[in-house]
């Protein structure tokens, strides 16, 4: 099966500030048909999750454009320009290029 | 606008059975692949099973046997069937499209005697 790693874990962020987080593959998530269907998920609390971002950088309807995802191969990030309050929750990867589909473990985030 | 409303979920003895519903509205599930993902108490999100428009299903290592996905597009609904159950199957149940551009707002399964 494909490990998903992400790290921090935690991230105590302030207002206003940029945050960042990584999602790293045990293998290339790169499919046969040349896209890299890596996508992430924000999960408030009490909520079910949500897609921001599909196959690695393309926003999803509805999403602030403050949330960007980047990266290729087997290393990919989520940005956070400026975060606000109502950003609070964890925040997964998951890929599909593979089955079993599996997830990072998630990055908490929260308000300093 | 596409709905999922999962139910089915509730107590259920070590070794019981529960079949999961989730009618869609706003799309039709036949058209799409659609899985269901499940979150235990606390913890991450785990895909234990797919169902692709063509009818081929797939199931992670820990309900293969156990659990069944399938769909009625009559009702345009998406089914689990869960059987053999224990204590490690206690999640939330969500119903998802395809890589998950929709969810349901869950619904738990608690297994315990």
């Known amino acids: 099966d494909v490990v998903m790693t992400q790290s921090p874990l935690s991230l105590p962020v302030t207002l206003g500030q940029p945050a960042s987080f990584s999602c790293k593959s045990s293998?290339?998530?790169?499919?046969?048909?040349?896209?890299?269907?890596v996508h992430w998920f924000q999960q408030r609390p009490g909520q079910s999750p949500r897609r921001l971002i599909y196959?690695?950088?393309n926003r999803d309807s509805g999403v602030p454009d403050r949330f960007s995802g980047s990266g290729s191969g087997n290393d990919f990030t989520l940005e956070i320009s400026r975060v606000e309050a109502e950003d609070v929750g964890v925040y997964y990867c998951l890929q599909t290029t593979y089955w079993p589909w599996t997830f990072g473990p998630g990055t908490k985030v929260e308000i300093k | 606008e596409v709905q999922l409303v999962e139910t089915g979920g509730g107590l259920i003895q070590p070794g019981g059975s529960l079949r999961l519903s989730c009618p869609a509205s706003?799309?039709?599930?036949?058209?799409?692949?659609m899985g269901w993902v499940r979150q235990a108490p606390g913890k991450g999100l785990e895909w234990v099973s797919l169902i692709h428009s063509g009818g081929t299903t797939f199931y992670a290592d820990s309900v293969k046997g156990r659990f069944t996905i399938s769909r009625d597009n009559s009702k345009n609904t998406l089914y689990l069937q869960m059987n053999s159950l224990r204590a490690e199957d206690t999640a939330v149940y969500y119903c998802a499209v395809e890589d998950g551009v929709y969810w349901g707002q869950g619904t738990l399964v608690t297994v315990s005697s």
């Open positions: 293998q290339s998530l790169v499919s046969s048909d040349g896209t890299t269907p």
């Open positions: 706003g799309f039709t599930v036949s058209y799409n692949y």
């Open positions: 196959r690695v950088s």
